[in-house]
């Protein structure tokens, strides 16, 4: 009947629009079990909404945020080379990320906001019990330096949202001195756009190789539990903080470490791990931030600050 007096609903799949439909009813279940006391209260916003709803009452989602779309039946989609062949689309030209693996189950269509569109398969498949392996390092998150293990070994901080700031900036100036409406607009939009994709990819890409690497090479990585939110107060390196992006960085080694067999430990944000000597224990008092090479002169041992506090993680660890 609604399709009778609408047409351009014939555009789309007719599982897709079910699919809508469920997924709105799931978010007024959730809604409803909240306000039953059968799911904990979610944490009160910063802002109050501007529709005046409670929190966990479901929002709207403009098609402007992000277009994405679902077929709950992934068995309808075909994979011939380097196409697919989704409903009501037709077969499109496809570059795969990697090879399709386990069973499909739904598959998940995107456009992102430079224009592009993903396809993303939730699959089911059997993952072996991870084996337990052997090696412990501690580790030391910085921004000059990304990390620093306790072996001694450094990675650099490849700072790809600072070096890409300049282009950003550039981009955001053309953009703004457009005409709103125009399709010189638009085609500055897609630009900046494609520019800021482009550092997200860099660093998503930096953090998922540096992270796997280390869970294949240690059983055990012990690292300091920051405080991110509290290091952002400080406006001098806030930009160079979330540039970094320890919390994610973190996040794929918790889920990576289980997938593969090694332990994530975390170690108190309060022990002073760069301020003490690995040979005596003792604490070394009002250091500034500024030093990074101390001496201990009880020992007579140049201490560098990252890679001791490396050392005192893996030893507290």
């Not at 209260?41 to 802002?47: D, L, S, T, V």
């Amino acid at each position: 009947m609604l399709k009778a007096e609408k047409p351009w609903l014939y555009e789309a799949d007719s599982q897709a629009w079910q699919q809508a439909l469920i997924d709105l009813d799931e978010a007024y279940q959730h809604y409803f079990d909240i306000c039953a006391g059968k799911r904990p209260q979610p944490p009160p916003p910063k802002k109050p909404r501007k529709d005046g709803q409670p929190p966990g009452y479901p929002r709207f989602t403009s098609k402007h945020n992000r277009q994405s779309y679902r077929y709950p039946q992934a068995r309808r989609i075909a994979i011939a080379g380097q196409r697919i062949r989704l409903p009501k689309v037709g077969w499109v030209k496809t570059v795969f990320h990697r090879p399709l693996q386990g069973k499909a189950k739904n598959v998940t269509v995107s456009k992102t906001k430079t224009g592009k569109y993903d396809v993303s398969f939730q699959v089911e498949m059997e993952m072996p019990d991870p084996q337990p392996k052997a090696g412990q390092v501690g580790v030391d998150l910085g921004l000059k330096t990304y990390l620093v293990l306790s072996s001694g070994e450094t990675i650099p901080n490849p700072g790809n949202r600072i070096k890409g700031e300049r282009r950003l900036k550039k981009l955001q100036r053309d953009y703004s001195r457009t005409q709103r409406g125009s399709r010189g607009r638009e085609k500055a939009r897609r630009r900046l756009a494609r520019q800021h994709e482009r550092v997200s990819n860099q660093g998503r890409d930096f953090q998922h190789k540096l992270s796997r690497n280390l869970i294949d090479r240690w059983g055990v990585i012990c690292l300091e539990d920051l405080q991110i939110k509290g290091m952002l107060q400080n406006h001098h390196l806030a930009k160079h903080i979330q540039d970094a992006g320890w919390g994610e960085f973190v996040r794929q080694l918790g889920y990576k470490g289980k997938w593969y067999g090694s332990h994530i430990e975390r170690i108190d944000r309060w022990y002073p791990s760069t301020k003490t000597c690995s040979n005596c224990l003792m604490v070394m008092t009002g250091m500034l931030l500024r030093v990074r090479v101390w001496e201990w002169s009880n020992w007579g041992i140049v201490h560098d600050r990252e890679v001791y506090a490396a050392q005192n993680s893996a030893r507290v660890g």
